[in-house]
């Protein structure tokens, strides 16, 4: 199997894995095509996905009651095409041919309006970024919205 024929691997990141990486992760297999595998972990893990990351998921008819946040050494020991990373210790170690740093602020203590407007960016950053694989991110330098600190390739 080649590189091209085989599904693109995506990991999204935050600290505790309880909020924005859950709801990344949530998005891209909302979105995503049968070619994406989707990861989401934290550097900290919490011991459940927050509540209001449930209840905003599921207005949006997506169940997140049965997912649990998982740490780094959950994730299977593989390359990610992909690492998006949204806390500021980025888990280091994690081997990736792109990392890209998404500024998102963590929405738990936010009230419900603030909250969906934390989710609904996250959709749109994580429909972007599906559409920049499907075109092989010929993008990978380019910015993709206000939000972005860093979009480099790691090599």
Not at 39 to 59: D, F, I, N, Q, R
Request: charged share 30%; aromatic share 6%; glycine share 6%.
């Amino acid at each position: 199997m080649t590189d091209t024929e085989r599904s693109k691997r995506v990991l999204f990141i935050c600290n505790e894995n309880c909020n924005r990486s859950q709801m990344a992760e949530a998005f891209a297999r909302i979105y995503g095509p049968e070619w994406v595998e989707t990861y989401s972990a934290g550097c900290h893990p919490a011991k459940a996905v927050h509540p209001k990351t449930v209840a905003a998921m599921l207005e949006l008819g997506y169940d997140l009651r049965k997912h649990r946040p998982k740490g780094m050494s959950d994730l299977p020991d593989v390359e990610y095409d992909v690492v998006v990373v949204m806390c500021e210790d980025g888990c280091p170690g994690v081997r990736a041919k792109r990392r890209e740093h998404w500024s998102i602020p963590v929405p738990k203590w936010m009230p419900p309006d603030r909250f969906r407007k934390v989710r609904d960016q996250i959709g749109e950053k994580v429909k972007e970024l599906l559409a920049r694989m499907n075109n092989g991110l010929e993008a990978a330098t380019a910015p993709v919205g206000p939000e972005m600190t860093e979009a480099v390739p790691v090599t």
